[in-house]
């Protein structure tokens, strides 16, 4: 089973561009987090799912959105990255308790 | 601020030693769960509680959750280099926009041989 998968893994942007982050969970979850960790701050929230088609705000949403047209994929834009959107990006699924992650996306605004 | 409190952000112990993580906050929550993040990996469960005042132990590790359902801690006794990692305390909430799981800063643990 792949669980969750983030694509892509790593990327270098330049101030202004915009881009797309996907997630894709094969374990039917109803719940899709996506976090952003920096150092010193654990994980925040950026945006989450509770089903298809539903998107809420989290802790830190400015600069961001979202979409969840297929119950199995969660998309992140930044429609104009900022150097500081210079993070690591996680997606989580979640169907009971337990939330799974993905290996995290490396990305740097320049 | 975020909604979680870590204590201690850095924790540096010898082998052998004890030592207690603390996660506060002013909110209730439904559960709290305790992950463990390796270098380039994503947070992994170790634990859920789920009920005021429970307390789980996983070898180890003792996880407790505060009566009010507000705080957790989580012991480890004689500590081992294997358990060098990051570990983050994480809050369920039920709100009107569905279950939100909210984290905390985290506290890095090194374990010294």
């Known amino acids: 089973n792949a669980g969750v998968t983030q694509t892509p893994k790593f990327r270098v942007l330049k101030t202004g561009q915009s881009m797309t982050l996907l997630c894709a969970q094969d374990m039917n979850h109803e719940y899709m987090y996506w976090y952003r960790q920096d150092p010193g701050m654990g994980l925040r929230l950026i945006h989450y799912?509770?089903?298809?088609?539903?998107?809420a705000k989290g802790e830190v949403p400015d600069g961001y959105n979202v979409s969840r047209l297929k119950k199995q994929n969660f998309l992140l834009g930044l429609e104009s990255a900022a150097p500081s959107q210079t993070s690591v990006y996680f997606c989580a699924s979640r169907g009971g308790l337990e939330a799974f992650f993905g290996q995290g996306t490396r990305l740097t605004v320049v | 601020t975020q909604l979680l409190e870590q204590s201690p952000q850095f924790l540096s112990i010898q082998e052998g030693e004890n030592l207690t993580v603390y996660c506060n906050s002013s909110s209730v929550f439904s559960s709290l769960q305790w992950y463990r993040q390796e270098p380039g990996e994503g947070p992994v469960l170790l634990v859920t509680?789920?009920?005021?005042?429970e307390v789980k132990k996983l070898k180890r590790l003792t996880f407790q959750f505060g009566d009010a359902r507000k705080d957790s801690s989580l012991h480890i006794t004689a500590a081992q280099p294997g358990d060098t990692g990051l570990y983050l305390c994480a809050g369920v909430r039920e709100e009107t926009s569905g279950s939100r799981l909210t984290f905390g800063e985290g506290t890095q643990l090194t374990v010294n041989p």
């Open positions: 509680v789920v009920t005021g005042g």
């Open positions: 799912s509770v089903g298809e088609g539903t998107t």
